[in-house]
């Protein structure tokens, strides 16, 4: 088991910048890929980015590339994802997960609670 808890959310204003934290405990915390996901009002969950086991490789979605980035920290079992440039479209709930190196929402098996990050235009 993996227990993901993630902090960081908030409010703020259109172009500012938010970093977004994911804590992991349970089982090695390495063995997983992390990956951010989020999930609008009224809309299905998506996918945001994920870095691979070892923090060597990254992937981000279209919407959010150039503008979000993701890092690991193994030694202290935690993932971040710093959000600048933020848009009223990135307004969601955002979720931590552990799972394999992909974008799909089903190859991750476990999920934080989330976060609620809102964007004012």
């Known amino acids: 088991q993996v227990q993901l808890v993630e902090s960081g959310g908030g409010l703020v204003q259109a172009g500012g910048s938010l970093r977004l934290s994911c804590a992991a405990s349970?089982?090695?915390?390495?063995?997983?890929?992390k990956g951010w996901f989020r999930q609008a009002p009224g809309k299905e969950r998506e996918f945001v980015a994920f870095?691979?086991?070892?923090?060597?490789?990254?992937y981000y979605a279209d919407s959010v590339k150039g503008r979000f980035t993701i890092s690991r920290d193994n030694a202290k079992n935690t993932v971040s994802l710093q959000m600048n440039g933020l848009k009223a479209e990135d307004t969601a709930v955002y979720y931590c997960a552990a799972g394999r190196e992909t974008a799909r929402i089903s190859d991750y098996d476990y999920w934080g609670q989330g976060t609620q990050v809102t964007v004012s235009s």
């Open positions: 349970g089982r090695a915390f390495s063995a997983y890929a």
């Open positions: 870095i691979s086991r070892s923090g060597g490789l990254t």
